[in-house]
C-alpha cells in the first residue's frame, strides 16, 4: 500500500447490495483501505479482487476497524447482523432505510451495546455514488462527535448534509423529500394520462412539463415562510376560494379524456374541506394543517 492508502480512515461495510457495492467502489478508489461482509459470500469475490479485505462473519468484520458502515434491506436484518457482536468503541453508522422511529431505537440500542451511532438517508442512486457531480448527498443525524470525526470519509461516497442530534432526523428528511417526489410522479402520471390517446407526441410535453415544474418549485419556499409566521394569507397570489372554484374543470377534462382523476381527489377534497372552514383567502398552505392527525 501507499502511503496515501496508510493514511485514509479505515472502513468497515457490512452490506454489498447495489448500493453497498457502489459505496465499497468508492472508498476503495478514494484509497481507504476496506473491509467487508455479506451474507452471501459470492457478492464480495468481485471487490476482493479490487482491493477490499474479505470478513468470514460480520464480527470479523466489525472487530477489524473502529469505523462500521451498515447498508443492508431494513432494520430487521441490521438487528440480526449484529447481534451477539462486540460494539464497545465502535462508531456505527446505519445507511439502512428505516422510519424515524427505527433509527431512534437502534440509535439507543447501539448507545446500550457501547456503540456511538448515526443514522443515514441516502439521497441517490447507486449510478450517482462516488460521482460528485451527479448531486447525490446523504442526510445524516445522530452523533455529532461521529458525523465531524468521519466528514471526510463519510463524504467520499457522496455529499453529507447533517440534520441535527435526533437520530431520527435523517430518515424523516429522506422520507419527506421522498414523498414529495411520489407526489411530483403521480401529477405527471395524470398529465401524460391526458394526453395519452390523442395526436401528441410525449416527447414534445415532456420539456414543457418539465420547466413548469422547476418554475412552481420556489412555492414551497411561500408555504415554509406561511408555516413559520402562521399567516396563510402572507403573499397569496391565487387563493384557495379561486382555486377550488377552478377544480371542476380539471375533473370534467379528466372525464372527456377518458382518464381516472384518483390522483387528483384526494387533494382537491381536501382543498374543498379547508375552504368550507371559512379559509377563502389563504394560499394551499392549510391543507398541511388537515393531514395532521
Known amino acids: 500500500m501507499t502511503q496515501n492508502t496508510v493514511e485514509k480512515t479505515p472502513v468497515t461495510l457490512l452490506g454489498l447490495g447495489a448500493m453497498g457495492t457502489a459505496l465499497a467502489r468508492a472508498w476503495l478508489a478514494a484509497g481507504h483501505p ?22 468470514d462473519s460480520a464480527a470479523e468484520a466489525v472487530a477489524v476497524n473502529p469505523l462500521v458502515v451498515v447498508c443492508l434491506l431494513d432494520d430487521a436484518s441490521v438487528g440480526e447482523a449484529l447481534t451477539g457482536i462486540d460494539l464497545t468503541g465502535r462508531d456505527l453508522v446505519n445507511l439502512t432505510t428505516s422510519t424515524p422511529a427505527q433509527a431512534r431505537a437502534r440509535a439507543e440500542w447501539a448507545r446500550a451495546h457501547g456503540a456511538r451511532y448515526l443514522d443515514g438517508g441516502i439521497m441517490a442512486v447507486p449510478p450517482m455514488i462516488g460521482v460528485p457531480e451527479a448531486g447525490g448527498y446523504v442526510f445524516y443525524s445522530g452523533s455529532q462527535e461521529v458525523f465531524e470525526g468521519h466528514r471526510e470519509t463519510l463524504g467520499v461516497p457522496a455529499g453529507t448534509t447533517y440534520v441535527g ?19 411530483m410522479f403521480a401529477g405527471a402520471a395524470h398529465a401524460f394520462a391526458l394526453i395519452r390517446k390523442e395526436d401528441i407526441d410525449p416527447a414534445s410535453l415532456a420539456p414543457l412539463l418539465a420547466d413548469w415544474l422547476v418554475a412552481m418549485a420556489p412555492a414551497v419556499h411561500q408555504t415554509a415562510d406561511q408555516l413559520r409566521s402562521g399567516d396563510y394569507t402572507k403573499g397569496v397570489v391565487s387563493n384557495l376560494a379561486m382555486q377550488v372554484a377552478g377544480t371542476p374543470t380539471f375533473l370534467s377534462t379528466a372525464e372527456q379524456q377518458g382518464v381516472s382523476p384518483e390522483l387528483l381527489t384526494p387533494y382537491f377534497e381536501l382543498m374543498r374541506r379547508r375552504l368550507a372552514e371559512g379559509s377563502g383567502e389563504e394560499d394551499l398552505t392549510g391543507v398541511i394543517d388537515l393531514l395532521l392527525r
Open 34 to 55: 476496506l473491509t467487508v461482509w455479506n451474507r452471501s459470500p459470492a457478492r464480495a469475490a468481485a471487490l476482493a479482487a479490487e482491493g477490499a479485505n474479505v470478513a
Open 165 to 183: 442530534q435526533d437520530a431520527g432526523f435523517a430518515a424523516l428528511h429522506d422520507v419527506a423529500l421522498l414523498s414529495a417526489m411520489y407526489g
